[in-house]
Each structure stands twice: as structure tokens, then as C-alpha cells.
């Protein structure tokens, strides 16, 4: 049993760099591996920010919340979606369980977080957050609290998808500094049993400067000045963790976590395109240029499926008596599935080599399926390619990202280590029963791990998913903060 338990979260935080590639050259990383345990942890089906973070705090799965994305279908109809927000989070989380126990919990960033929920704590609103002058914190006199300390608060970085790479690496650089800086002042001098935390800024550079250092990727330089940009973030993050575990009270348990990893991006499939060349999706007038996906484009008596672009795909199908115009009678949908998902998995590159796509369907991976869910989810080259929404492209295949530049896209395995910050404070390198890698570790496994830090028996289905009462909720955002998102998100690659 613990007194305290702080969970590090590392949005996008990958294994092969932390435990391989630069072990050496992160002390702390490796230090705290070496006096616990640690190892891939892998995530949730898709691997993307929402909903990931929320399953680990939860122990429940996208099906079981009913969140697939960062925009969902509402409903059954065409063109009505809303955005994850923490209304709709309708699973009880970490702080949720520990406040009937009595426990204060301080939770800084994590996504689905916004708007803020009252908790038995203290509490800062995630990237989502429209802007500081929203009330992002619980209670609410925290965010002038924040403000007097450290400026205006920074959720995430701006124009992400950008050639100004300078001044990107920049904002990453501020926003972790302030972040961690946050977190070690809010540690010291709140009460609290439980402090989790999310930083995206690895997310950030990932996406951003993957190909400058990674050898295999299809737009690689040698020699360009942008070689070292992640690897020295990676150094500057392991001081901050360093920093901060050396803040902690001794008698407090360590996570360091990341929802998924990251892998190279070699290309994207235009998804919406192929299901148009297959005849799945039939518009009613063609188009010879570019141009985003819209509903109202489709001639929805003709069409039988249609997909939504992302890190990962989504396809929905236009089922009789579901979809307002469905015409897939309900007896060849299982059917329809099938070849689908041959014809997809089948599918290789430009010269026909396999590029490994992996499909799932919903029913299958999940406890769970709530809300309306994609009828087939995609891994277009097993992550290494991204769903491409729009539509009239010359080819199926593109180099280049519809949504402005993106080096990386997520991958399926993220970062675990756990060990007791005593051990880390007294200078230790090492101890017995230490740097033990290992395996079989899942995201699910998380929130089981703190309660019993705290000697708490989950409730039954924490990490294995139980029934929860998922509704509907209301949306919380107001017109011009959901366009102003929906911009963001696609800036982000989310859509």
C-alpha cells in the first residue's frame, strides 16, 4: 500500500526510443526503470489521445464509454456528430472511485477533462479547453491561481501543422516547461493522495519532426538541422520527470505512462476515394479536384458505405431501416463485412506490395458497443499509412497529408514504468527485484494498479470492462467554439 500515487502521462511517448534507441541518454528514464518494472503497454483500439487516456483512467474500453473519437456520430443520421467532451465520459474514473474512499486527487491535462467536473480535488482542463478564458479549472479560482504563477496557461501549441518549424519547437519547449512547472507547484503545495498529469508535448514533436531522424521514412535527409530535435525533447523531458520525482513525497508510487506510441507515416490511403472506385460510395456528381468529404456530396440511395479520415478509419455502412436512406438490406450486412474487409486487408501500395492493414470490427475487440460505433474500424498499413477523408484525388495513394504536414502516426504499443519515488530520491541506480521488462501489459491494466497501490479492490469490470450506464449527454460547446475545435482537430489530424 501506498500513501500516494502519481501517474506521469507522456501523451504518444514511445518504447522503442525510451527503452532502446536513447536509453543511455535518458538517466532518469533509465534510473527509474532500473528500480522498478517497466515495458510496452499497449493500448486502446485505435490507439489515439480520445479516447485512450480516459480507458486508463476508467480500465474501460471505447465501446464500453460509447467514445471513438474525437467526433462521433450522434445518432444514425448523416451529418449529426458532437465532440468527446467529460460530459460525455459517463464511466466513474480514478478520482471518482477514490473520492469514496476519502482520497484528494489533483488531476492536470488529462484529456476528456473539459469542461471541468467538481471532484474531491483539484483539477485543470486538457487540451481541448477552448481558451484560458473558459473555466478550465475545478475549483474555479484556480486558473487565476495558475495565471498569477506561471502566465497564461498554455494547453496545447498552436498551428500545429506548420512549416515554421522553429517556432513550433519553441511553443513545444514552453508548454512542457510550463507544464511540468505546474505540476511541481501544484504537488508541493496542494493535498493530494493521487496527482495524475498529461503533457502532450511528445505527441506535439512527434508529428512534427519524426522524418528529420528517422532513417526509414520515405522523406529522411541526412544531415538536415532538424536530425536531433526529437532525441534532445527526449533528454529535456527526462529532466523534467527527474526534477519532479525529486519533489515527491518518498512514500509515493510512480507511473510513468504514455497512451500509445508513435511509428513513421509513409503515406495515406484516400479511403472515401477507394470506396468510390470499388462502388461502395456513389456521389452525385463527380469531382475532378480535390475536395473535403461532405454528405450532402452523397447520393445516398446509391451508396453503400462511406469513411472518415484520421490516424485510423472508420467506415460506416448505409444500412435499411438504420440510416435514413440505407439500402444494405440487414441480412448481407455480415456479408458485406466479410468482403470488406478482405478487399481492405488485401490492398498494397502504389506497386501492389502488401502494406499489412489490419481491420477490426467493433463487436470483437470490444465488452461493449455503445453509442453509434463505425461498423469496421481500419489500421491502414498497421498505422504506417493514415486514413485520407477527401475526395478526388487523381490515386488512391498520396505522399502527402490532406490536412497540412504530419511525419508520424500513432502506434499500437506505448510506455509503462512504475517504481517508488524513495528509491529514485536516495540515489539508487539500481535494487533487487529492480528492471524487470515486462510483457503482456495493457492500458486497461492501470486504473487496477492504482486502486490496489492503495490497497482498493477495483470494482467489478475495472480493466476488464463491466456495464456502466453510458448516456446521452449534452453538448458543451457553444457554435463558435465547436468550429473553432473542429480546425484544431483537423490541424491535429484527428479528422
Not at 157 to 184: C, G, N, P, S, W
Not at 411 to 424: K, P, S, V, Y
Request: hydrophobic share 35%; proline share 5%; glycine share 8%.
Amino acid at each position: 500500500m501506498s500513501r500516494k500515487v502519481f501517474v506521469i502521462g507522456l501523451d504518444c511517448a514511445e518504447p522503442s526510443l525510451i527503452f532502446e534507441k536513447w536509453r543511455d541518454d535518458l538517466p532518469n528514464l533509465q534510473r527509474f526503470s532500473n528500480l522498478g518494472v517497466y515495458g510496452d503497454l499497449e493500448s486502446a483500439i485505435p490507439p489515439i489521445t480520445v479516447p485512450a487516456w480516459m480507458c486508463m483512467m476508467t480500465g474501460k474500453d471505447p465501446g464500453t464509454l460509447g467514445i471513438y473519437g474525437f467526433r462521433n456520430r450522434s445518432d444514425n443520421s448523416y451529418n449529426r456528430l458532437h465532440f468527446a467532451n467529460s460530459a460525455r465520459v459517463q464511466e466513474p474514473t480514478l478520482w471518482d472511485i477514490l473520492a469514496q474512499s476519502g482520497k484528494k486527487t489533483i488531476a492536470l491535462g488529462v484529456p476528456l477533462t473539459y469542461p471541468p467536473r467538481p471532484i474531491n480535488g483539484l483539477l485543470v482542463g486538457d487540451f481541448l479547453t477552448p481558451d484560458t478564458n473558459s473555466d478550465y479549472t475545478y475549483p474555479s479560482n484556480l486558473k487565476h491561481e495558475i495565471r498569477e504563477q506561471f502566465g497564461e496557461y498554455h494547453f496545447d501549441t498552436k498551428d500545429f501543422r506548420t512549416e515554421e518549424k522553429d517556432r513550433l519547437l519553441a511553443d513545444i519547449y514552453t508548454m512542457t516547461h510550463q507544464r511540468f512547472d505546474v505540476a511541481r507547484y501544484l504537488a508541493k503545495n496542494k493535498e493530494w493522495d493521487f496527482f495524475v498529469m498529461v503533457e502532450m508535448g511528445v505527441d506535439r514533436i512527434h508529428h512534427a519532426f519524426w522524418k528529420y531522424f528517422d532513417t526509414a521514412h520515405p522523406k529522411y535527409e541526412a544531415g538536415n538541422r532538424f536530425e536531433n530535435a526529437i532525441h534532445d525533447y527526449y533528454v529535456a523531458v527526462d529532466a523534467e520527470v527527474g526534477k519532479l520525482i525529486e519533489t515527491l513525497d518518498e512514500d509515493t508510487t510512480v507511473l510513468i505512462v504514455s497512451d500509445h506510441g508513435a511509428k513513421r507515416m509513409d503515406g495515406g490511403i484516400c479511403f472515401n476515394q477507394w470506396l468510390i472506385e470499388e462502388g461502395y460510395l456513389v456521389l452525385k456528381e463527380a469531382t475532378a479536384c480535390e475536395t473535403k468529404f461532405d454528405v450532402n456530396l452523397v447520393d445516398w440511395e446509391k451508396t453503400t458505405a462511406w469513411g472518415d479520415g484520421g490516424y485510423y478509419g472508420r467506415l460506416f455502412l448505409n444500412i435499411e431501416g438504420r440510416e435514413p436512406h440505407g439500402i444494405l438490406p440487414a441480412a448481407d450486412v455480415e456479408c458485406v463485412k466479410a468482403e470488406l474487409i478482405a478487399k481492405l486487408e488485401a490492398l498494397g501500395d502504389e506497386s501492389g506490395a502488401s502494406i499489412g492493414t489490419k481491420v477490426y470490427r467493433p463487436e470483437e475487440v470490444y465488452a461493449h458497443v455503445r453509442n453509434v460505433a463505425p461498423d469496421l474500424i481500419v489500421y491502414f498499413g498497421d498505422l504506417h499509412w493514415r486514413s485520407v477523408g477527401s475526395i478526388g484525388h487523381p490515386s488512391i495513394w498520396t505522399r502527402e497529408n490532406d490536412t497540412g504536414p504530419d511525419d508520424a502516426n500513432h502506434a499500437q504499443f506505448g510506455i509503462f514504468l512504475m517504481a517508488e519515488a524513495r528509491d529514485f530520491q536516495r540515489g539508487l541506480y539500481s535494487k533487487p527485484g529492480g528492471g524487470e521488462r515486462k510483457t503482456g501489459l495493457s492500458l486497461y491494466d492501470i486504473a487496477p494498479t492504482v486502486l490496489r497501490a492503495f490497497g482498493i479492490e477495483p470494482p467489478q469490470g475495472v480493466g476488464r470492462n463491466s456495464i456502466g450506464s453510458a448516456t446521452d449527454a449534452e453538448d458543451v460547446y457553444s457554435e463558435e467554439e465547436e468550429a473553432e475545435l473542429a480546425r484544431r482537430l483537423e490541424d491535429l489530424g484527428y479528422l
